[in-house]
């Protein structure tokens, strides 16, 4: 089937069904995802100029439909050419491999070429797939332990944005102070303004801090703010007489340090991660939490020394922000699921699939990445939550490990080949490309 795309006129081969509709664990809800292969013409192999080794996005679906294939419409469409396909197939890609392998019935269109592919699918299957599919597997539970890092240390998330909604649209705070107290990422989430062009209200009607976080109601609600310089600082007098921030000293007129060093103070550095502090000034931090760059002349009495650790004060802010960028940047539906089952089961149920036929492989020395019977029973058992529920996690860790360790005897005992037969795939690649 010739199609023609920005110009250029290929032979597509092969077109099938990916994803969860080739799997078999399809939604209503799930997304339409096609893979396939094509032939380029020789002339931009050969060429300095034209060379093309894989197609994709909206543009290219348009392109199929309009040579006369009637496909659902879609921006996710990916169709390698032959050459890359081969390359990448011999190195058991998970993805590539379910296009190698694909069940005709599941090809949307498939020519006598790409028939022969499929049937000689075998060539490019070895036993190196357990290191590909084991590490895509892999790479699945390092996102399952990442978000878990989030989920376990800022378990009330969802609350919190709800309730930092819930007072912008009382009109009680504005992109500023949600951007100075938790971030641009949130700011713009909540308000879909950008800092360019967003609205305002008067800063006197602005809640303080402690009022916002009492009103509230969660419990430990500092933790999701952007981390506050002065809580990562330590005042000590040069006799080495130490100063807690919330207890009230004679320098200060009876007022806390915090409030002090706020309001009334000013500092000279004194080394890169020490400050002199003394009684006159408007205080050495920004509501931004910086420090003030501007300093009066008349610096007062000297009161103590104030260490910084700004190591810590910029992990924990690189933390905070990369945990408000991950939620406010997710899948609503997968949000919501994380935060009822503790984990993205959509991750689990990739782990769980990759694992459990790379094991069929190894046994078997064919791949059908199609589903069936008890195995699709499991997998969306694991994806809609109703096997394993809040304990998913723990499933997660322990059937990862466990089926590791079965994958590497298998690997030892696999009557696959150890390698893909490369001479025979550029025969066929030749042959296909006459």
């Known amino acids: 089937m010739k199609f023609t795309h920005n110009g250029t006129e290929y032979e597509l081969i092969l077109l099938h069904l990916a994803g969860s509709k080739l799997y078999g664990n399809s939604t209503p809800q799930s997304d339409t995802d096609y893979r396939g292969v094509f032939i380029a013409p020789k002339e931009t192999k050969l060429g300095?100029?034209?060379?093309?080794?894989?197609?994709?996005?909206?543009?290219v679906w348009k392109s199929l439909v309009k040579a006369g294939l009637e496909l659902e419409e879609t921006d996710d469409i990916v169709i390698y050419e032959l050459n890359r396909f081969a390359q990448l197939a011999s190195d058991n890609?998970?993805?590539?491999?379910?296009?190698?392998c694909a069940p005709k019935d599941k090809c949307l269109y498939i020519n006598p070429k790409g028939e022969e592919l499929i049937d000689n699918r075998k060539?490019?299957?070895s036993s190196k797939l357990k290191f590909t599919f084991s590490g895509y597997a892999i790479s699945q539970l390092s996102k399952i332990k990442n978000r878990d890092k989030y989920l376990v240390k800022f378990p009330d998330v969802s609350r919190?944005?709800?309730?930092?909604?819930?007072?912008?649209?009382?009109?009680?705070?504005d992109w500023d102070w949600i951007c100075r107290n938790f971030g641009g990422d949130v700011a713009a989430f909540v308000t879909g303004e950008t800092a360019q062009k967003h609205t305002s209200i008067s800063k006197v009607n602005y809640p303080t801090w402690d009022s916002f976080a009492f009103e509230s109601g969660v419990e430990n609600i500092d933790m999701y703010r952007t981390p506050q310089l002065i809580d990562y600082v330590n005042a000590k007098d040069l006799k080495g007489k130490s100063y807690k921030l919330g207890e009230r000293y004679d320098f200060c007129d009876g007022d806390y340090l915090t409030y002090f060093l706020h309001k009334k103070a000013s500092f000279r550095e004194f080394s890169p991660s020490m400050l002199a502090i003394y009684t006159d000034g408007e205080g050495i931090f920004t509501p931004e939490g910086k420090l003030k760059s501007a300093h009066p002349e008349h610096i007062g009495e000297f009161v103590c020394l104030l260490g910084i650790d700004q190591m810590k004060y910029k992990s924990d802010s690189d933390f905070t922000q990369a945990m408000w960028e991950w939620k406010c940047k997710r899948n609503e539906a997968r949000s919501a699921m994380e935060a009822e089952f503790g984990i993205d089961l959509k991750n689990l149920s990739h782990l769980w699939r990759l694992m459990t036929k790379a094991k069929e492989i190894l046994v078997t020395g064919d791949y059908n990445p199609v589903l069936e019977g008890k195995e699709l029973a499991t997998l969306k058992g694991i994806r809609d939550g109703s096997l394993y529920g809040k304990e998913s996690y723990d499933f997660a860790i322990k059937f990862a490990e466990e089926n590791d360790?079965?994958?590497?005897?298998?690997?030892k005992t696999t009557s696959l080949q150890k390698k893909p037969d490369i001479k025979k795939i550029n025969e066929l690649v030749l042959k296909l490309q006459d």
Do not use: A, S
């Open 48 to 59: 300095l100029i034209g060379k093309v080794e894989q197609i994709e996005g909206k543009d």
């Open 93 to 100: 890609n998970p993805n590539i491999c379910d296009t190698l």
């Open 123 to 125: 060539l490019f299957l």
């Open 160 to 173: 919190v944005l709800d309730y930092i909604k819930e007072k912008w649209e009382q009109k009680t705070i």
């Open 405 to 411: 360790k079965e994958l590497n005897e298998l690997y």
